[in-house]
């Protein structure tokens, strides 16, 4: 079992960056692909990226690409969520998501069993 906590969170301006990070609570931190999901007011849960347990596969939805990168220390169990050009869309809680598994990395909520409490990133126009 593992727990996450997402910090880095905040309010903002259009064109900003921000970076967010989750700390696992494991002794097997390799062991896990790690994601980020967000989820505005009113809509479903969806995507941002994915790192797999291994390091060395990582996933975008296309909104993020090129704007957002996705990193790991497995030195201090985090994973990070480096974030720019930030647009009004980007307003959302964000989630730290867990799986067992090295190599893959979904884009499926559904495939995640561990989250946690989520951090909210709002970006002003």
């Known amino acids: 079992q593992v727990q996450l906590v997402e910090s880095g969170g905040g309010l903002v301006q259009t064109g900003d960056s921000l970076r967010l990070s989750c700390a696992a609570s494991?002794?097997?931190?390799?062991?896990?692909?790690l994601a980020w999901f967000r989820q505005a007011p009113g809509k479903e849960r969806e995507f941002v990226a994915a790192?797999?347990?291994?390091?060395?596969?990582?996933a975008y939805t296309d909104s993020a690409k090129g704007r957002f990168t996705l990193s790991k220390d497995s030195a201090k169990n985090t994973m990070s969520l480096q974030m720019g050009s930030l647009k009004p869309e980007d307003t959302a809680v964000y989630y730290c998501?867990?799986?067992?598994?090295?190599?893959?990395?979904?884009?499926?909520?559904?495939?995640?069993?561990?989250w946690g409490q989520g951090t909210q990133v709002t970006v002003s126009s």
């Open positions: 998501a867990a799986r067992e598994g090295t190599s893959r990395v979904p884009a499926s909520a559904r495939e995640y069993i561990y």
């Open positions: 494991t002794r097997t931190f390799n062991s896990y692909t």
């Open positions: 790192i797999s347990g291994s390091g060395r596969r990582t």
